[in-house]
């Protein structure tokens, strides 16, 4: 596996969207609105716009509005533009100290660990990896600051403390990714000492953990431990995946040659019960009568599922059939309850931790 780290800037794209909703809500006769709120909204265009003008824009309403409510906003994004790096990390370590109640503190915190983890600084990394979990009392992506404390962990070699934090997120986590980030590091660390536990490590995360983000990491950790027979069937999956990317000329090549040769080659299949977890559930719907719930549940009785219900306040509950570890065995429960004339919607769960 490449442990690269990933250039925080990357996410710009999907807060481009998520500006553009912003505006949408914000479209509104701008004669209603207060003047900060105005020159907020038209900074965010041109943020969208990736005008030139909007770094300009954004350090001038700061200082023209410096108790506005959209400080903490205009701070967070400036960041997808100002290209200082220690202006940078002024702006969100303000968002972080001076505006708790703030839509950005959490991803400014993940910026900032990010932008730190990009430049090898790793005692920063760690003091505000331990000031993250002692003072943030509300933590939506956990998942994430815990992933970029491994990845300081393992780039500083600090293999015991890594070691310890991984046996712990993977007893106590639920998020899909964490835990299959943890799996993956712990198959790497043990390939020195014991080659055949740790493909089974690896073979359990593409078995349990297929939708990660890490799945091209396993395949592409199999690939360079397998054996002749093996590897041909890893190389086909690796030249259609990203990863294979940024890989250098030999080793695509090498690749390729496995590639086109022929295997009937399986990879086995492993499931370690201690990582089970309830991700997929299929939604029926939502309703305050009782008997109608004890009715739906008994028509699905009918064909072998079993249905449940959970309060989401004082009168409504949530009908549902769940939950799964496995997508496809989601899936096939519903395609099960399609063909018998009912309807649900899959979803997953996206734990914080």
Same mark, same amino acid.
């Given at each position: 596996?490449?442990?690269?780290?990933?250039?925080?800037?990357?996410?710009?794209?999907? *807060?481009? *969207?998520?500006?553009?909703?912003?505006l949408?809500?914000?479209?509104?006769n701008?004669?209603?609105?207060?003047?900060?709120?105005?020159?907020?909204?038209?900074?965010?265009?041109?943020?969208?716009?990736?005008?030139?003008?909007?770094?300009?824009?954004?350090?001038s309403?700061?200082?023209k509005?410096?108790n506005?409510?959209?400080? @903490?906003?205009?701070l967070?994004?400036?960041?997808f533009?100002?290209q200082?790096? *220690?202006?940078?990390i002024?702006?969100?370590?303000k968002?972080?100290?001076?505006?708790?109640?703030?839509?950005?503190?959490?991803?400014?915190? #993940?910026?900032?660990?990010?932008i =730190?983890l990009?430049?090898?600084n790793?005692l920063?990394?760690?003091?505000?990896?331990?000031? &993250?979990?002692?003072?943030?009392?509300?933590?939506?992506?956990?998942?994430?600051?815990?992933?970029?404390?491994?990845?300081?962990? &393992?780039?500083?070699k600090?293999?015991?403390?890594?070691?310890?934090?991984?046996?712990?997120?993977?007893?106590?986590?639920?998020?899909?990714?964490? %835990?299959s980030?943890?799996?993956?590091?712990?198959?790497? %660390?043990?390939?020195?000492?014991? !080659?055949?536990?740790?493909?089974?490590?690896?073979?359990?995360?593409?078995?349990?953990?297929?939708e990660?983000?890490?799945?091209?990491?396993?395949?592409?950790?199999?690939y360079?431990?397998?054996?002749?027979?093996?590897?041909? *069937?890893?190389?086909?999956?690796?030249i259609?995946?990203?990863i294979?990317?940024?890989?250098?000329?030999n080793e695509?090549?090498e690749?390729?040659k496995? @590639?086109? !040769?022929?295997t009937?080659?399986?990879?086995?299949?492993?499931?370690?019960?201690?990582?089970?977890?309830?991700? =997929?559930y299929i939604?029926?719907?939502?309703?305050s009568?009782?008997?109608?719930?004890?009715?739906?549940?008994?028509?699905?009785?009918?064909?072998g599922?079993?249905?449940?219900?959970?309060? #989401?306040?004082?009168?409504?509950?949530?009908?549902y059939?769940?939950?799964?570890?496995?997508?496809?065995?989601?899936?096939?429960?519903?395609?099960? #309850?399609?063909?018998?004339?009912?309807?649900?919607?899959?979803?997953?769960?996206?734990?914080? &931790?």
């Open positions: 596996m490449r442990l690269k780290i990933k250039k925080y800037f990357i996410i710009t794209l999907v *807060f481009s *969207f998520i500006l553009i909703g912003l949408l809500i914000f479209n509104e701008l004669n209603t609105q207060t003047s900060d709120e105005t020159e907020f909204k038209l900074f965010l265009n041109l943020v969208i716009q990736n005008s030139t003008k909007a770094k300009e824009s954004g350090y309403f700061i200082k509005y410096p506005s409510s959209f400080v @903490a906003d205009v967070y994004y400036l960041s533009i100002e200082d790096y *220690f202006q940078n002024i702006n969100l370590k968002v972080v100290l001076y505006y708790p109640y703030s839509l950005w503190r959490e991803s400014s915190l #993940i910026k900032i660990l990010s =730190y990009l430049h090898g790793f920063q990394i760690d003091q505000w990896y331990l000031y &993250y979990l002692d003072n943030f009392s509300i933590k939506n992506r956990r998942w994430e600051v815990e992933i970029i404390y491994l990845k300081s962990l &393992y780039q500083q600090k293999y015991d403390l890594l070691s310890e934090k991984i046996d712990g997120h993977l007893k106590d986590a639920n998020n899909y990714q964490l %835990l980030y943890c799996i993956l590091l712990k198959a790497i %660390l043990l390939k020195e000492k014991n !080659l055949v536990l740790a493909k089974k490590y690896f073979l359990c995360g593409i078995t349990m953990f297929s990660s983000n890490h799945y091209e990491s396993f395949i592409y950790e199999l360079k431990i397998g054996n002749r027979d093996e590897k041909p *069937f890893y190389a086909n999956i690796l259609n995946k990203r294979f990317i940024t890989l250098n000329e695509k090549d690749i390729n496995y @590639a086109s !040769l022929k009937s080659f399986i990879p086995d299949k492993v499931i370690i019960k201690e990582y089970i977890r309830n991700y =997929y939604l029926l719907g939502y309703s009568d009782m008997q109608k719930i004890k009715e739906i549940q008994e028509s699905f009785k009918k064909i599922i079993e249905v449940f219900y959970k309060s #989401i306040n004082e009168s409504i509950y949530q009908i059939i769940g939950y799964y570890h496995f997508k496809s065995d989601a899936q096939d429960t519903l395609h099960k #309850i399609s063909k018998a004339g009912f309807s649900g919607q899959l979803n997953f769960v996206d734990y914080s &931790y």
